[in-house]
């Protein structure tokens, strides 16, 4: 239901963010409501989400977005933030939101080269931010999702990660100052700010509130609105701008004078436990600008040209590939300095039995995978939501140690392969894993990820299922439940049919919760919660504080 | 106050070995070096296990009891130990088993009574380290410090506020247990281990509760064990030191050098703070004098492979900075070696805390600091401390980069004597008016002891306010620590 | 074609948002990293390629109508085709500019059409030009020229005006020079004066498809009729129709070779035919219209079918995905360098990326305020890079410009087009 254009709530809001950036047009708002995910959890077989907002606005400051709030809490309205929207929490998950679209806002405030932050409005995106700091000799982490994300959303609300995790930290992790509007409208200034000393840090003073503001996943849009924040930004050894061109074909950039400090290197191992040693070697000797590591079957996605180039590429190079690699980006002050780093990574490629990948460190593919190391650019968005229309990970998004890392990857392998020999799945040979690597090797992230036809309810439910057994497995075997793949797999039973269909899959023990917290509305957490401490019910307790009017969309997660 | 508490139930609990309400341990616990007034707690009890802290949280909710956990062993500075409203001090010196080292993933899992030289020693046996505070206490938990959020002095492992930390394990002020981060489950930490897992993944999916509990002064709940983040041993040091009279050139010079990851060491002393630490059972006046104003200390490593060639690779780049620093580099400092200060402030103090040494007693004054900042509030602490007969000779400074040179942690060290009252009230005078003066020149005091809070949260109310509603959430009853922070 | 052929395709948006901005990899700055004016102006989702494919979705399920707040929407799009480009570094499935003209292909067929385009539409048809004006004066602008009359006498190269060219007074030494630069090197040109008719391409995209497929039916004929070998515009929105809206429509002008002015200027010079005197110092930029560059790609119609091959959509036959790498680019570049004195300087918007005039699609005539709007943009582009002229090669875009250099005072910036520059030159 759309608010009626007579009624108050309607007339406040537009008062506060002017006649041109409110609307109520159910076409216009389903812009807000089509989603990527959407097929998973609305009507089977297109991506529109079950429901429409009440209204959308876009307001143009944080005075605004205030102002939004509070009559959304004066209204008994719900309100929901997003930035350049691109998942299916972006939607509204339940009845009477308005949607803030939060475009308008999107300029780069500050860039502090001596504290090293950028500040930033939440529609600013990795390319504009990078493209600015590296005037100044600065770099930022990239979300490996697409330079064409929300900086703020990430670090602020959502998750990802990104090649600069390596010696950058991860996304949430580069987060320094906030400004977040809180459920109930008042406006926290985290950190330094609240004591007006700047940007430079979210913690303290005392408890560091930034522990209730995110973790792994973010509050995806479901904890007030985020309007501002500083991000950590790091030294840039190369030029102040990466030149390249036939710049419009993926897969085929070429650089321009990109200086001799620079180099790429793609490295293969026998096996999973190879490669992480070689993952933590690296981190060890602190060698590496960035780093990351994509399977053979996803490589070839991302550098196929078109659909059908994919199927003639995997044809051509997929058993010319090794399996099992990783890449990794010198970038260095000085020749001498890679020149060095090079024979430290052979030692390592001698220790662990790798070795070098020739056939993607030459032409055509040296420049563009160095690009997408430095820039991301949109070819992680190219190699999986853009040939299909639909990825996600099966598990999720998974942080994990040196000795769990290959036996996630290979599990879900296997388990992967039967959906797609099934067709109901792309076929990347089941080699789709994708991963980056945490503070110096601490900690290796991974995404196994899956293609699949959205508008082929068959193949989306194929994605479901095989989420929800990797899921049983890697409690099983790993001690190990995503937050992400459940999410994902909950989500899909929202919609009342398929969730009655799920509950037959699922091992009774999940059932059980999940009957018992469904009433709680939170499919997610009921899943997630029982198996990690109960977790969820202390947010609970903690967003009934923040949030007394129940304002903020946040189910689920 | 005790509540309704007696030692029966104590001691049903804890045994009798560990519970103390004599006049004379409990007078050690009623106060420390901090300004704080004493308070005398009814009882010391000092638990062996998680389920024993369990226990002593439900009684003490019960009956309404403050509990004030303490893990380092004195002396103790901040007054985060003194019992303001009395109560139960829960001492955890004595849970101090390194649980595990593990060399594949550079990870322990220690409990709170652990202190740095004893997982030091541990983790050299696996050729690794733990980044350490600046030449902590011998007496200082390692937990303490981490739940202290006390920087470390290598900044390019320093990637944020929480490091070295990783996951804990809580009893949260209501009694539930928790385990952070992937600790959590699913399974028990033996599942876990068993599957691969070593807790020390930090994020939760959707919150990261470990940070309420760091700087939160046992005020949420109490930490039994803890992951830390370890590192390499490296194969090769070459430690270089950089010294004058002019701060703002060093720091440009320190700015650079952790900006483009050039060193891992890295910290700027005063000729105060240096001599204090240098001293050791020596003349620490003596020895300031012979001192330069500020030193510049840092250290080039090299790992594994290659250790001395990278060593002379960065040395050469760093010097090259240097020069367009207008900054030299010595291997020794009116005759103090670099060698010899990686050395000394690489590990805890032995004997005498080097902040003791000067005068006897030592106020510190620390905060967070913006770049522009640094020179700003020393400027204005040498004014302050000059317009109120403070000797500047007897404030120590010491600057270090956190987070990999996003912000810098300051410290000001007053070295005063403490057995002196005179001396003393004014010290505290001067430290309330001149942290106010601080604060009003973009000094954030992140980690809010003492006599500071009220200044603190007067400044960020709405932060106060959330805390006190988060707070409302873990410790319903506020019978953790009551009074400290804005509780 | 029609919105339901779509259908197929706009089912993969993945509502990336990458359609808002150029491709990624060509970012240089935060300030011009935009490529859609109707988003980076109105903001609301369902400005941008993305949420106009969506609208369409919405609309073909029957989810909702043309209200009048989609009827603006649809209408305030220049169908520039930066967000095709955009898209397609991503995607293949999805055609976000073809929906875009079909949802105004579609408010005509409900009779929901805008009114201001109504009336351009309904003088246009009836004087066989945008101004309404007399078919008659046509021709005028070559008056005491030496040129061939096509239609009565053969010529090897048809100079085809265009509307702005013969009809706006201020555009007609461009036309003139363009001539005159032609035949001075040996080049046999005749035009058709006042036998010229307007080659549609407004009504396309304003979208009058009928209305087009009538008036472009009968261009076709007289050009083909006269019997020329090249046909040579100094218009980029001609060059486009020609190239790309022809073949759409299945409109045949084959045995004619199109070329912009650009490229005959390109090759003239290239081969010495033009004799360049003077020297003009100048820090000058040059602006890619939308309709000689991206949108003057070759265009090939596709007949086939999707086919499932390892689980994903794969053309059959191999289909050529339109990313607009295949317009005119490097012809008015080299013709700009071939000037002595002048400093050729990229905006970071170029080639099949280039930000649009703001005049296209019907906006100029419906929403003048958006259209200056969206040129004021690029003025502040060129102006960032401390150029002192813009050059173009379209006469919509240079009116686009002028007004808004009027409107928005960006101060002493010229704007110029490309053969005035030449002329100056010679």
Redesign the interface.
């Given at each position: 239901m759309a608010l009626e254009e007579s009624s108050q709530a309607y007339r406040q809001l537009r008062e506060i963010v002017g006649e041109e950036n409110i609307t109520t047009d159910p076409v216009v708002m389903d812009t807000y409501v089509w989603q990527w995910l959407g097929d998973l959890v609305g009507e089977k077989g297109n991506c529109f989400m079950p429901l429409r907002p009440e209204a959308v606005v876009l307001p143009g400051s944080t005075r605004e977005v205030q102002r939004v709030v509070k009559v959304c809490n004066r209204f008994g309205l719900k309100f929901k933030a997003h930035s350049t929207g691109w998942i299916s929490y972006a939607a509204p998950l339940t009845e009477g939101v308005v949607i803030l679209d939060l475009r308008r806002m999107d300029r780069i405030l500050e860039i502090?080269t001596?504290?090293?932050?950028a500040l930033i409005e939440p529609y600013v995106t990795f390319s504009q931010l990078q493209a600015e700091l590296m005037k100044v000799g600065l770099n930022c982490e990239v979300n490996a999702a697409g330079s064409n994300c929300s900086a703020l959303a990430q670090a602020a609300a959502g998750f990802g990660a990104g090649y600069g995790n390596y010696?950058m930290?991860?996304g949430?992790?580069t987060l320094?100052g906030v400004e977040w509007v809180?459920p109930d409208g008042?406006?926290?200034?985290?950190?330094?700010l609240?004591?007006?000393?700047?940007w430079?840090?979210s913690?303290?003073?005392?408890?560091?509130?930034?522990?209730?503001?995110?973790?792994?996943?973010?509050?995806l849009g479901g904890c007030g609105v985020f309007t501002k924040c500083a991000l950590?930004v790091?030294?840039w050894?190369g030029p102040t701008e990466i030149v390249c061109e036939n710049e419009a074909m993926p897969g085929y950039e070429r650089f321009v004078n990109l200086p001799d400090n620079i180099a790429m290197y793609y490295l293969y191992f026998d096996d999973y436990e190879k490669r992480s040693e070689a993952i933590?070697?690296v981190g060890?000797?602190?060698i590496g600008y960035v780093m990351g590591f994509m399977q053979r079957g996803l490589a070839i996605l991302g550098l196929a040209d078109t659909n059908a180039h994919f199927v003639d590429l995997k044809e051509d190079l997929f058993d010319a590939l090794p399996s099992i690699s990783f890449v990794v980006l010198l970038a260095t002050?000085?020749r001498?300095?890679l020149e060095?780093q090079k024979?430290?990574l052979e030692?390592?490629l001698e220790e662990t039995g790798g070795g070098y990948i020739e056939l993607l460190q030459q032409e055509p593919f040296n420049d563009v995978i160095t690009l997408h190391l430095i820039k991301v650019g949109t070819l992680s968005a190219h190699a999986v939501c853009g040939r299909s229309g639909a990825f996600l990970c099966a598990p999720g998004s998974n942080?994990?140690?040196?000795?769990?890392a290959g036996?996630l990857e290979s599990l879900s392998i296997e388990l992967k392969k039967k959906y797609i020999e099934e067709g109901k799945l792309v076929d990347d040979g089941g080699e789709g894993t994708w991963g980056v690597v945490w503070?110096?090797g601490?900690?290796i992230y991974i995404e196994n990820l899956v293609e699949w036809d959205p508008a082929d309810p068959e193949s989306s439910m194929a994605h479901v299922r095989l989420q929800e057994e990797v899921n049983k497995e890697t409690?099983e075997?790993?001690?190990?439940?995503s937050?992400m793949g459940t999410f994902v797999e909950e989500s899909a039973k929202m919609n009342p049919e398929d969730m009655v269909k799920l509950k037959d899959m699922t091992p009774s023990d999940l059932i059980e919760k999940s009957e018992e917290m469904a009433a709680a509305h939170s499919p997610y957490d009921a899943k997630?919660g029982p198996?990690?401490?109960n977790?969820?019910v202390?947010?609970r307790?903690?967003r009934e504080?923040?949030d007394p009017n129940n304002s903020s969309d946040a189910s689920p997660? | 106050m005790s509540g309704g508490i007696d030692r029966k139930q104590l001691v049903d609990i804890a045994g009798k070995d560990n519970v103390f309400d004599d006049e004379e341990t409990l007078d050690a616990y009623s106060q420390d070096e901090s300004f704080l007034p004493p308070r005398r707690p009814s009882f010391v009890v000092k638990p062996k296990g998680r389920d024993e802290i369990v226990a002593l949280l439900k009684i003490a909710n019960e009956t309404k009891t403050p509990l004030v956990p303490v893990s380092s062993g004195p002396p103790h500075f901040r007054g985060d130990t003194v019992p303001e409203y009395g109560g139960i001090v829960l001492d955890l010196s004595g849970m101090s088993k390194i649980l595990f080292v593990d060399r594949?993933?550079?990870v322990a899992m220690i409990e709170p009574g652990v202190r740095f030289r004893e997982l030091q020693a541990a983790l050299r046996k696996e050729g690794m380290k733990l980044p350490i505070p600046l030449c902590p206490r011998e007496t200082k938990s390692v937990v303490g410090s981490c739940l202290e959020?006390e920087p470390h002095t290598i900044p390019?492992?320093h990637?944020?506020?929480?490091d070295p930390l990783s996951c804990a394990e809580v009893v949260f002020g209501t009694g539930d247990?928790?385990?952070t981060g992937?600790a959590?489950?699913?399974?028990t930490i033996e599942?876990?281990q068993?599957?691969?897992?070593?807790q020390?993944?930090r994020?939760?999916?959707?919150?990261?509760?470990?940070?309420?509990?760091?700087?939160?002064?046992g005020?949420?709940g109490i930490v039994t064990w803890v992951t830390v983040?370890c590192?390499?041993m490296p194969g090769t040091q070459k430690p270089l030191l950089a010294a004058g009279d002019d701060l703002e050139a060093l720091l440009e010079f320190l700015?650079r050098l952790v900006?483009?990851?050039?060193c891992d060491e890295a910290f700027i002393l005063d000729g105060a703070d240096m001599a204090a630490i240098a001293a050791e059972d020596g003349d620490v006046d003596a020895l300031q004098d012979t001192l330069p104003r500020w030193i510049l200390f840092f250290c080039i490593s090299g790992?594994?492979?290659?250790p001395e060639?990278?060593v002379s690779?960065?040395e050469?780049?760093t010097r090259e900075i240097a020069k367009l620093c207008n900054v030299g580099l010595q291997d020794a400092v009116a005759g103090l070696p670099a060698e010899k200060v990686l050395d000394i402030t690489g590990q805890p103090c032995a004997d005498t805390y080097w902040k003791l040494r000067k005068r006897g007693a030592c106020q510190d004054i620390y905060f967070?600091?913006?770049?522009?900042?640094i020179a700003r509030c020393v400027e204005v602490m040498r004014e302050f401390a000059g317009r109120n007969g403070l000797p500047v000779r007897d404030i120590g400074v010491y600057v270090q980069p956190v987070?990999?040179?996003?912000?810098y942690h300051c410290e000001f060290n007053i070295f005063h004597k403490g057995e002196d009252h005179a001396e003393r009230e004014r010290v505290k005078d001067a430290y309330e008016s001149l942290c106010r003066v601080l604060?009003n020149n973009?000094?954030?005091?992140?980690?809010?002891y003492d006599l500071l809070?009220e200044m603190?949260?007067e400044?960020?109310a709405?932060?106060g306010?959330?805390?006190r509603?988060?707070k409302?959430?873990?410790d319903p009853n506020n019978i953790l620590n009551p009074g400290k922070?804005?509780f | 074609m029609a919105l339901e052929d779509y259908e197929f395709g706009a089912r993969y948006c993945s509502r990336d948002s990458i359609c808002k901005f150029i491709p990624q990899y060509a970012v240089k700055d935060a300030r011009f990293a935009q490529c859609c004016p109707s988003i980076s102006r109105y903001n609301v989702h369902a400005y941008s390629g993305g949420g106009r494919v969506i609208m369409a979705t919405s609309l073909l399920q029957g989810r909702g109508e043309i209200s009048e707040e989609v009827k603006e929407i649809i209408y305030k799009c220049q169908l520039c085709g930066a967000c095709q480009t955009s898209c397609h570094i991503v995607t293949e499935l999805v055609e976000p500019l073809e929906i875009a003209r079909e949802l105004k292909f579609r408010c005509v067929e409900e009779g929901k059409e805008n009114q201001a385009l109504s009336s351009v539409r309904e003088r246009l048809v009836k004087t066989n030009n945008i101004f309404g004006k007399k078919q008659a004066d046509r021709g005028k602008w070559a008056e005491g020229l030496k040129v061939k009359d096509a239609g009565a006498e053969a010529a090897e190269v048809l100079f085809f005006a265009g509307c702005r060219l013969s009809y706006d007074d201020s555009f007609a030494p461009v036309a003139r020079k363009s001539v005159e630069l032609m035949s001075g090197a040996g080049m046999d040109v005749g035009i058709l004066g006042k036998g010229e008719t307007c080659c549609g391409g407004r009504l396309f995209d304003m979208g009058y498809r009928e209305d087009f497929r009538k008036l472009a039916s009968t261009i076709a004929k007289k050009i083909k009729a006269c019997g020329a070998k090249r046909l040579v515009t100094a218009c980029g929105c001609c060059y486009g129709t020609f190239k790309q809206f022809f073949p759409m429509m299945e409109l045949d002008l084959e045995g004619v070779e199109l070329l912009h002015i650009s490229e005959v200027l390109d090759d003239l010079m290239g081969e010495g035919k033009i004799e360049l005197k003077r020297e003009i110092p100048l820090r000058v930029t040059y602006h890619d219209p939308c309709h000689l560059g991206r949108l003057g790609e070759p265009y090939e119609r596709w007949e086939g079918q999707y086919v499932k091959k390892l689980g994903l959509w794969v053309a059959e036959p191999d289909r050529e995905v339109r990313r607009g790498l295949g317009g005119v680019f490097d012809p008015p570049r080299n013709v700009i360098a071939g000037i002595e004195g002048i400093k050729l300087v990229e905006m970071k918007r170029k080639r099949e990326y280039a930000w649009c005039c703001g005049a296209g699609g019907g906006v100029l005539e419906a929403y003048p305020e958006f259209a200056a709007w969206t040129a004021g943009e690029r003025l502040q582009e060129a102006m960032s890079e401390g150029c002192e002229a813009l050059v173009t090669a379209c006469p919509w875009c240079e009116t686009a410009f002028r007004m808004a250099v009027k409107e928005s005072g960006v101060g002493e910036l010229k704007v110029m087009d490309l053969v005035d520059l030449v002329a100056m030159a010679t």
């Open positions: 502090n001596k504290d090293m932050y010696h930290g991860y949430a992790g320094l809180l008042e406006v926290l200034k985290m950190g330094s609240g004591s007006g000393c700047g430079i840090t913690d303290g003073p005392g408890p560091s509130l930034k522990g209730i503001m995110r973790g792994h996943m973010g509050t950590r790091y030294h050894p933590c070697k060890e000797e602190d002050h000085s001498e300095e060095h024979r430290v030692k390592i942080a994990v140690t040196r000795r769990i036996r503070d110096h601490h900690t409690i075997k790993l001690s190990y439940l937050s997630l198996l990690l401490r977790y969820h202390w947010l307790r903690i504080q923040l997660p | 594949e993933d550079r959020r390019k492992y990637l944020d506020h929480c247990v928790f385990c992937e959590a489950g699913p399974g599942d876990k068993k599957a691969g897992w070593r020390k993944i994020v939760e999916p959707q919150t990261e509760l470990i940070r309420l509990f760091q700087g939160s002064q005020t949420m983040r590192e390499v700015y900006r483009m990851r050039l790992y594994r492979i290659l060639e990278r690779i960065l050469k780049e967070i600091s913006s770049f522009d900042g987070c990999q040179g996003h912000g604060l973009g000094a954030f005091f992140s980690r809010p809070p603190v949260y400044r960020d709405v932060a306010g959330v805390l509603k988060v409302s959430v873990f922070l804005c | -």
